[in-house]
Nanobody, 125 residues
Framework: QVQLVESGGGSVQAGGSLTLSCVAS????????IGWFRQIPGRGRKGVAG????????MSSDTVRGRFNVSRDNALNTVYLQMRDLEADDTATYFC??????????????????WGRGTLVTVSS
């Protein structure tokens, strides 16, 4: 079982950039498909981006495509979410999650059994 820890959140002005990190505090990420999700208080989590175990294939939601990029360094046991051109609507708690790779890209919350506790991103306009 893998345990995940997110970091890199903070406050930024609209138009700015942040890079979030997801590290395995226990276990290794290398064999897992990793997803990034975000949640606004009072709402459910929404998928933002996903990346295959080998890092070759990614997917992202329509709302962030072209602005957010997911990448990974398995040697460092870390997955990143690089965010640029941030907007006020990007304000949320961001979570990384892991699932056994089943050969298909997904950002469905229920597919992911392992979750971090989240890191807060606040974008001021």
């Amino acid at each position: 079982q893998v345990q995940l820890v997110e970091s890199g959140g903070g406050s930024v002005q609209a138009g700015g950039s942040l890079t979030l990190s997801c590290v395995a505090s226990r276990g290794t990420l290398a064999s897992y498909y990793i997803g990034w999700f975000r949640q606004i208080p009072g709402r459910g989590r929404k998928g933002v981006a996903g990346i295959t175990p080998d890092g070759d294939t990614m997917m992202s939601s329509d709302t962030v495509r072209g602005r957010f990029n997911v990448s990974r360094d398995n040697a460092l046991n870390t997955v990143y979410l690089q965010m640029r051109d941030l907007e006020a609507d990007d304000t949320a708690t961001y979570f990384c999650a892991a699932m056994d790779w089943a050969g298909r890209l997904t950002l469905r919350e229920a597919d992911f059994p392992f979750w971090g506790r989240g890191t807060l991103v606040t974008v001021s306009s």
